[in-house]
């Protein structure tokens, strides 16, 4: 079975003083049976790292470049964020598909140099309002999968989230239904490349997950956790995000 897995994805947010979150969740992670990971800005990973000390919490980053080094102004490698102490990393957010144009290729050539530095990718997929509508979610999440996690790397390499692009920073959530419905696709989709071995990757849900409404979705099928915004922002929501986890 999977490892159960909350992450928070800190966007574009946070300065030193926001660090002091990391102190304030330091009981609900001595308590958590499940990994924690949170992904700062660049500039704080190193800091969080150092201010996790003993404390069981993985950092992760948000991007990374394909490459290792080169001329790429303004970039920042997996190896350069694994020096920095980060173990895991996003790719393939919706916000850096749609913000920077990254395609599913774009996407497993970040996860697969991610791997290669000893990184976790956290690779994410997900339909649009509009393809949701269309009722193509099914096959766009099936091409993303296809196009985004490289064939290579291992189950404990890799974490899948799902996040459904309408739902992340709305407030809006899928039914447990649809969240079910996509995640055993996904589980499946993983099943028909590696056979049972896919049973052992995360899958994450992602997309306005709150202190309300976590225990209701890791209730669900398939779903082994998740990966949260706004919500990982301030221990006071993240902390029982991470309870509601471990409880399950
Ligand atoms: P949200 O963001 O929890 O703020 O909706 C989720 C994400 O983008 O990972």
């Given at each position: 079975?999977?490892r159960?897995?909350?992450?928070?994805?800190?966007?574009?947010?946070?300065?030193?003083s926001?660090?002091?979150?990391?102190?304030?969740?330091?009981?609900?992670?001595?308590?958590?049976?499940?990994?924690?990971v949170?992904?700062?800005?660049?500039?704080?990973?190193?800091?969080?790292?150092?201010?996790?000390?003993?404390?069981?919490?993985?950092?992760?980053?948000?991007?990374?470049?394909?490459?290792?080094?080169?001329a790429?102004?303004?970039?920042v490698s997996?190896?350069?964020?694994a020096?920095?102490?980060?173990?895991?990393v996003i790719?393939g957010?919706?916000e850096?598909?749609?913000?920077?144009?990254?395609?599913?290729e774009?996407v497993?050539?970040?996860?697969t140099?991610?791997?290669?530095?000893?990184?976790?990718?956290?690779?994410?997929?997900?339909?649009?309002?509009?393809?949701r509508?269309?009722?193509?979610?099914?096959?766009?999440?099936?091409?993303?999968?296809?196009?985004?996690?490289?064939?290579?790397?291992?189950?404990?390499?890799?974490?899948?989230?799902?996040?459904?692009?309408?739902?992340?920073?709305?407030?809006?959530?899928?039914?447990?239904?649809?969240?079910?419905?996509?995640?055993?696709h996904?589980?499946?989709?993983?099943?028909?490349?590696?056979?049972?071995?896919?049973?052992?990757?995360?899958l994450?849900?992602?997309?306005?997950?709150?202190?309300?409404?976590?225990a209701?979705?890791?209730?669900?099928?398939?779903?082994?956790?998740?990966?949260?915004?706004?919500?990982?922002?301030?221990?006071?929501?993240f902390?029982?995000?991470?309870?509601?986890?471990?409880?399950?």
């Amino acid at each position: 079975m999977a490892r159960k897995v909350a992450a928070g994805n800190w966007k574009m947010h946070g300065t030193e003083s926001d660090l002091a979150q990391v102190d304030a969740l330091a009981e609900a992670i001595a308590a958590a049976r499940c990994d924690v990971v949170l992904c700062p800005p660049t500039t704080l990973i190193a800091r969080m790292s150092a201010r996790a000390g003993l404390m069981d919490l993985h950092v992760g980053a948000q991007t990374c470049h394909p490459a290792t080094s080169g001329a790429h102004t303004g970039d920042v490698s997996a190896t350069m964020l694994a020096d920095a102490g980060a173990t895991h990393v996003i790719v393939g957010h919706s916000e850096r598909r749609a913000d920077h144009g990254e395609t599913n290729e774009d996407v497993a050539a970040q996860a697969t140099a991610a791997v290669e530095a000893g990184l976790i990718a956290i690779i994410c997929v997900g339909e649009t309002e509009a393809e949701r509508d269309a009722g193509v979610t099914l096959n766009v999440v099936a091409s993303q999968l296809a196009g985004s996690v490289p064939t290579g790397a291992l189950p404990a390499q890799i974490i899948v989230a799902y996040e459904p692009v309408w739902a992340i920073g709305t407030g809006r959530t899928p039914t447990l239904e649809q969240i079910a419905e996509v995640h055993d696709h996904i589980r499946s989709e993983l099943a028909a490349r590696r056979g049972s071995a896919a049973d052992s990757i995360p899958l994450l849900y992602g997309g306005s997950v709150k202190p309300a409404n976590a225990a209701e979705i890791f209730a669900v099928s398939n779903v082994d956790g998740a990966l949260v915004g706004g919500a990982s922002l301030k221990a006071a929501d993240f902390g029982p995000i991470i309870k509601a986890l471990s409880a399950e």
